[in-house]
């Protein structure tokens, strides 16, 4: 590889880190506003809770066919396609005025944002070499994380000074700047080609035990990311009556040792295998790590100190980061690169399903006076039974023909 082919594939990394970063900023909003916005329109739990699902729903449809739409159109107009039209729905929540209202503006959000995940994930099988790529999706999944650290600096700030409409057209603005910057990149020649490999039919991958593998461990580790994404901010309201000018800097905390997660899920085991430890043993014993480390996530709930607790809720998004990336990164282990984006399409479609239901027991949590400890309890074994349910599906990692 040429030195500046390598560039050019680093150049790459650097936008999708940046357009998924902004994918978090654009969902995660409504969150931080949550406050204002309830006295501005009178919602209950349950209104918020009904679109934080409509966002999940139409997320997890399009997750059915984004994939898909990447793995056949490719990256440069897809990404773009998806970028440019979650901007625009972003922007469009500065007209809302009724629940309704922004439940539409959250559906075509989430059904565009669901380009993101695929796309990210195509980049590092069709850019890079095994080596590399699990350095490279650890980069691209701390981008999540990054958006949600600077959304809970940023957004309240934003919205004290200028409005809170402000914040959602000025987030939108600039993923419609990033449209232009992608295509004025150049793009280097892929790695992974794969010409002479067949398409695979869609009814193979829901046949394959590798997909269902990969669908089951979304399922129950999005689960937790999207109860986070949703409920943190309440989450310290209440436990800890923070308010709104004040409640985004333990989030943030949370989500900065969250980032730290995403980088150590994709370098301990790239390191793990230069000492010559096989892929199947790197991977599952990295996995295996992060699911201990978010057992301790319930204490929180007998914590006194904000910021002891986001030290705790940290430590859990951590994990979770760390277990997100080497599940990704087995999916480009098990999958040829030809498939990579419909296999996390299908996936994700189930993540997104399974996320709902975490939502709406949330919601109804709360409105039964029941608080948070139902939600903790579950985000505290998730990962333990993910890697089971790989474990016994993908006995062995092997690499894809």
């Known amino acids: 590889m040429t030195r500046s082919a390598g560039a050019g594939r680093w150049a790459i990394v650097a936008l999708v880190f940046f357009a998924i970063m902004l994918n978090y900023v654009d969902r995660q909003i409504l969150a931080l506003l949550k406050p204002t916005l309830e006295l501005e329109f009178g919602w209950s739990d349950q209104d918020y809770g009904n679109m934080a699902s409509a966002f999940q729903f139409a997320a997890a449809v399009a997750f059915l066919g984004t994939g898909w739409f990447i793995d056949r159109v490719g990256l440069r107009i897809g990404f773009a396609v998806g970028v440019a039209v979650w901007s625009v729905a972003g922007m469009a929540h500065a007209f809302a005025a009724s629940v309704s209202g922004f439940i539409g503006a959250r559906i075509v959000l989430g059904a565009a944002e669901s380009i993101g995940t695929p796309a990210a994930v195509k980049t590092a099988a069709t850019y890079f070499g095994p080596k590399d790529r699990s350095i490279a999706l650890g980069i691209g999944n701390t981008a999540p994380n990054i958006g949600a650290i600077i959304t809970p600096l940023a957004i309240p700030a934003v919205a004290i000074a200028f409005g809170w409409k402000a914040a959602f057209l000025i987030a939108g603005g600039v993923g419609l700047v990033w449209v232009v910057a992608w295509f004025a990149l150049r793009m280097p020649a892929p790695i992974a080609q794969d010409d002479s490999v067949p398409s695979i039919r869609w009814i193979d991958l829901f046949r394959d035990r590798r997909t269902l593998a990969i669908a089951i461990a979304k399922v129950l580790s999005d689960q937790v990311w999207f109860f986070m994404l949703s409920w943190l901010p309440d989450l310290f309201h209440r436990l800890f009556g923070l308010p ?77 980061q760390g277990f997100s990336t080497n599940v990704f990164a087995l999916t480009t282990d098990v999958m040829p690169a030809r498939s990579v984006g419909s296999t996390i399409g299908i996936a994700a479609f189930c993540g997104n399903m399974g996320s709902i239901g975490m939502i709406q027991l949330s919601a109804w949590s709360l409105g039964n006076g029941l608080g948070y400890a139902p939600m903790l309890v579950i985000c505290a074994f998730s990962y333990l039974a993910a890697l089971g349910f790989i474990q016994l599906l993908i006995p062995r990692i092997a690499a894809a023909r």
């Open 244 to 320: 709104q000018g004040t409640v985004g800097l333990p989030v943030a905390l949370v989500y900065a040792l969250a980032a730290c997660g995403a980088l150590t899920g994709g370098w301990l085991p790239s390191w793990l295998m230069a000492r010559g430890w096989s892929v199947n043993r790197a991977r599952k014993t990295t996995l295996l790590l992060y699911a201990l480390l978010i057992l301790p996530v319930p204490v929180v709930l007998s914590l006194q100190s904000p910021w002891t607790a986001a030290l705790v809720l940290g430590l859990g998004l951590f994990a979770h």
